[in-house]
């Protein structure tokens, strides 16, 4: 149901929203402790993602689908590392996929929700996930009401 109501919002009312998110009072996220490989594939919290994928029996093209989303997430993000991205690095990219970028919203809302839930920094993904979830309710409001503020 979401998924349909996403897909109705005018792309402007994406960017929008993005400017009018809340600013981020949350934790700092724990800084990865390795250096990151060359591939963003070969990242160790990717190749985690992907395993736990496997192992739930998530369909074959489904993981591809939501690891591709994750790529190309981290590539629009200048190759900053799933594991510190915050609600207004997710939103960004929803913008951009929204306002005519390459991408699904809705394949990179899910990969995002599965690395989220996977995530061992609790504190800083349960304030994110917040703030990301507050976005998407000001965004879904701004189409029922026929206008282009959230």
Not at 103 to 113: A, I, K, N, Y
Request: no cysteine; hydrophobic share 40%; charged share 25%.
């Amino acid at each position: 149901m979401v998924y349909s109501e996403l897909r109705r919002v005018p792309a402007s009312h994406w960017t929008v929203a993005l400017e009018q998110m809340t600013e981020d009072d949350g934790p700092e996220p724990v800084p990865p402790p390795d250096r990151p490989p060359a591939r963003v594939v070969d990242l160790p919290e990717v190749l985690a993602l992907r395993a736990l994928l496997m192992d739930r029996r998530v369909a074959f093209d489904t993981v591809e689908r939501w690891i591709r989303a994750l790529t190309q997430t981290t590539r629009m993000l200048d190759y900053e590392r799933p594991l510190i991205w915050n609600a207004n690095h997710v939103a960004s990219r929803l913008a951009e996929i929204a306002n005519g970028g390459e991408g699904s919203t809705w394949s990179t809302l899910e990969v995002v929700r599965e690395l989220w839930d996977w995530h061992p920094d609790r504190p800083y993904i349960d304030a994110q996930s917040e703030r990301l979830l507050l976005w998407l309710e000001a965004l879904l409001a701004s189409r029922e009401q026929g206008t282009s503020t959230p």
